[in-house]
């Protein structure tokens, strides 16, 4: 069973950086797509960044493009997100998750392992 487990959350100002990791046990055999998703209080859990398992293309929302850099460390089985020019919206928490194939989705239905989640709160 593929356990994921997140780390990085905290209480950031504005304007300020934070970065998200997600550790994964062992996977099977084949590619592995992983994403970051949020999910803010009375929200749906909305898809932020994915990367692809076999040559690392990576897609984010619109929302966080340009702020936000999805990346893994395979050798570490680590994807990481780091999150610059934090802005009160992007408050949330944020689960990582991983997914068999090589294909990227931002639908919540399509991944099969997730992680707790980690608060990030942007705030003055």
């Known amino acids: 069973q593929v356990q994921l487990v997140e780390s990085g959350g905290g209480l950031v100002q504005p304007g300020g950086s934070l970065r998200l990791s997600c550790a994964a046990s062992?996977?099977?055999?084949?590619?592995?797509?992983r994403g970051w998703f949020r999910q803010a209080p009375g929200k749906e859990r909305e898809g932020v960044a994915c990367?692809?398992?076999?040559?690392?293309?990576?897609y984010h929302a619109d929302s966080v493009k340009g702020r936000f850099t999805i990346s893994r460390d395979n050798a570490k089985n680590t994807v990481y997100l780091q999150m610059n020019s934090l802005k009160p919206e992007d408050t949330a928490v944020y689960y990582c998750?991983?997914?068999?194939?090589?294909?990227?989705?931002?639908?919540?239905?399509?991944?099969?392992?997730w992680g707790q989640g980690t608060q990030v709160t942007v705030s003055s």
């Open positions: 998750a991983a997914r068999p194939g090589d294909g990227c989705s931002f639908s919540v239905a399509s991944y099969n392992y």
């Open positions: 062992r996977f099977g055999l084949g590619y592995y797509t």
């Open positions: 990367i692809r398992g076999s040559d690392d293309i990576t």
